[in-house]
């Protein structure tokens, strides 16, 4: 091989090694480009990028993983879509995300832009939605404490019998639709959405991360649920039995049309745990066979604490409250303390019950040995 | 018939359980513990009841609830042809007053407790019945009872209210516990776990028991078997090793009359008109 073919060959290789990278480079960037055109991940990609906040003594990470952000559920929207306030870089503290704002992702079956706001203005007029009902900072539940971006959940239930079944119906999907990112996100999107993202455990543990908390719960007036765990309903939640009753069964039953996002007080005509709707709630589908009244009457949950705080109330805002709010209160003081009793007997014969298994297998495994002792020694002695 | 367990060939016994009483017996026993399974199941730590079914534990524990139910109905119609048995018939009326709790079983109750303790020379005599069989029959009904009575409010949930059913579902939970742990000590030990029983008495299979355990077990209650059969001269051979063989032509007879289910008080009188 001569000089001129060896610098010939050399060129060659050159060329086509940078093509090789510049076409991994550009991979890369549009890659990267469809996720951040914004640039935001300039600054947030460094895991370090945290804020103290001396008001709470907390610290807020601004870190965004571009990889993991890309594969959740707001993985195609734009970071100024929720946060349209920042507008430069470097930016003032951005404002808390208001989740009814409209965003730049289309509605496939309107072509409207997305917005979360119905969700958003159901949710504001249920009971955990009502600022004036929260007085306190940390008792209000915000979009963000029960949804947190999650991952695309994969395929579950009998859809994925096969292992490879979503990459099967990505092929399909691929046979017509052109676009490969837009259509694994739309498949991925309908796929996370045939089964609730909740699992029923979690709902009841979600739940009771407030609604057990008898501090949180005596600023609101309300009783805990710590005892829903000794119900029947908790039993069959905790095995997965379809039917099996956690809070949004009886709060939000979506068989009966409710939601999640609009759960009412029950003293709300509307609500399903109301006495009106009662009977209705208990005896959807699945549950109990055509209730009586006197069946669905009482509370399913509670510690009882409510008769205290009840008492409270009207000692302490006796000179405020008109004639009906002091009836009203009274009443419910009444009801409550049925309730508190009702727990007491139960309470009661646990006690007893409790007494009397330690006591009777007790004395029985007493005399079983004492019987074991003199057998023994009656046929060491008998020679049998 | 064949024999069962550790049971000779030379050893004499006698119809303890007739075959009704087997059939009772064993229907009981068995959906009683097959209720207990499948009803504890939803009391014990789910981490448990997962690491048993894996992801068959939700399908297990629907067909829990259901059979669960089924065991109930069985308990049930074992518990009615009992009740039946003992209303009806004379062998079950003669078991019922034989069962009763009396003055004495508490005396014997005292007496043997002395006896285990070192402070008693000698232990009672018992009847057909020991106190700790009455005791065990009496708390088993009074259980089946509350048991039954708080199983139907369960399963008929919407027709009651709540708190009579929160009360029914308590009381419902509590008994099984307490019977579950009563049976397992005190019946457990005196049929399974006692010395000269283990690992069973056979009993609960063919309904017999050998003369030798009645004598030591119920020995007031022996002797009125021997003396009523004239036993009472030849029991003092019972100890032998080889048997003669008029003892083996006798034992054959209480073989050939426990298979075919006779009542021994009828067989006793025969003998005796024979005589």
């Not at chain 1, 496939?108 to 159901?122: E, Q």
């Not at chain 1, 139960?346 to 009777?360: D, E, N």
Request: glycine fraction near 6%; hydrophobic fraction near 35%.
């Amino acid at each position: 091989m001569g000089q001129r073919d060896k610098r010939q060959t050399i060129s060659t290789g050159f060329w086509i090694s940078m093509f090789v990278i510049l076409l991994f480079l550009f991979l890369y960037s549009s890659s990267g480009k469809a996720a951040d055109q914004e640039n935001c991940q300039l600054c947030h990609r460094y895991s370090g990028l945290a804020a103290f906040v001396p008001e709470t003594g907390t610290k807020k990470i601004f870190y965004i993983n571009e990889m993991i952000y890309r594969k959740t559920v707001h993985g195609n929207v734009q970071c100024t879509h929720c946060h349209p306030d920042v507008k430069e870089i470097p930016h003032k503290p951005a404002k808390k995300v208001d989740c009814g704002l409209k965003c730049h992702v289309k509605e496939p079956s309107t072509d409207k832009d997305f917005s979360h706001k119905p969700i958003v203005d159901a949710f504001k007029a249920g009971a955990h939605g009502q600022s004036k009902l929260f007085r306190y900072e940390d008792g209000q539940p915000k979009c963000k404490y029960c949804h947190q971006n999650p991952i695309y959940q994969p395929m579950r239930g009998i859809l994925a019998k096969h292992k490879e079944a979503e990459e099967e119906s990505l092929i399909r999907c691929l046979g017509c639709h052109e676009k490969d990112e837009w259509t694994k996100r739309f498949l991925n999107h309908f796929v996370s959405r045939t089964a609730p993202r909740w699992g029923n455990k979690e709902i009841v543990d979600l739940c009771n991360t407030c609604h057990a908390n008898e501090e949180l719960m005596s600023k609101y007036m309300l009783d805990t649920t710590a005892n829903f765990k000794e119900t029947f309903h908790w039993r069959n939640v905790k095995y997965d039995m379809e039917n099996g009753a956690h809070c949004l069964s009886c709060h939000a039953p979506s068989s009966l049309g409710y939601t999640a996002h609009n759960i009412l007080k029950s003293s709300d005509p509307n609500s399903p745990t109301n006495m009106g709707l009662r009977t209705k709630t208990c005896g959807q589908q699945g549950c109990h066979t055509a209730p009586t009244r006197s069946f669905v009457k009482g509370t399913l949950h509670g510690a009882g604490i409510k008769v205290s705080l009840l008492n409270i109330k009207l000692e302490e805002e006796k000179h405020v409250l008109t004639e009906k709010d002091t009836a009203d209160l009274k009443a419910e003081l009444k009801f409550q303390k049925t309730e508190q009793l009702k727990r007491r007997i139960i309470w009661a014969i646990k006690l007893f019950y409790k007494i009397m298994i330690i006591l009777v297998p007790g004395t029985m495994f007493l005399h079983q040995m004492l019987d074991l002792r003199i057998t023994l020694k009656e046929r060491k002695e008998g020679g049998h | 018939m064949k024999k069962w367990g550790r049971r000779a060939e030379d050893q004499e016994w006698f119809v303890r359980l007739n075959r009704t009483e087997v059939w009772q017996h064993n229907i009981i026993w068995i959906t009683f513990t097959l209720l207990v399974l499948t009803g504890m199941m939803s009391l014990i730590p789910t981490t448990w009841v997962v690491a048993m079914f894996g992801r068959y534990t939700a399908p297990v524990y629907r067909w829990r609830r259901y059979l669960h139910f089924i065991f109930a109905i069985g308990l049930f119609i074992g518990c009615v042809w009992h009740i039946a048995y003992l209303a009806f018939t004379d062998d079950g009326r003669q078991v019922f007053k034989d069962i009763l709790l009396k003055p004495i079983d508490f005396i014997q109750m005292k007496e043997n407790v002395l006896y285990m303790l070192g402070m008693r020379p000698e232990k009672p005599k018992f009847d057909r019945y020991d106190y700790k069989e009455k005791l065990e029959y009496l708390f088993g009904c009074i259980g089946t009872v509350v048991i039954f009575i708080t199983g139907t409010i369960m399963t008929l949930a919407p027709l009651f209210p709540k708190f009579v059913v929160e009360v029914a579902a308590t009381f419902h939970l509590m008994e099984a516990t307490l019977a579950s742990f009563a049976i397992s000590i005190w019946h457990f030990y005196a049929v399974h776990l006692k010395p000269g029983k283990f690992p069973q008495d056979t009993s609960w299979i063919d309904g017999k028991m050998t003369m030798h355990h009645l004598k030591e077990e119920h020995p007031v209650y022996y002797e009125k078997i021997a003396k009523e059969r004239g036993m009472i001269n030849r029991d003092k051979r019972m100890d032998s090793p080889s048997p003669t063989s008029d003892d083996k032509n006798i034992n054959k007879t209480y073989v050939s009359s426990a298979a075919e289910g006779i009542d021994i008080k009828e067989r006793q009188s025969g003998q005796e008109e024979d005589l």
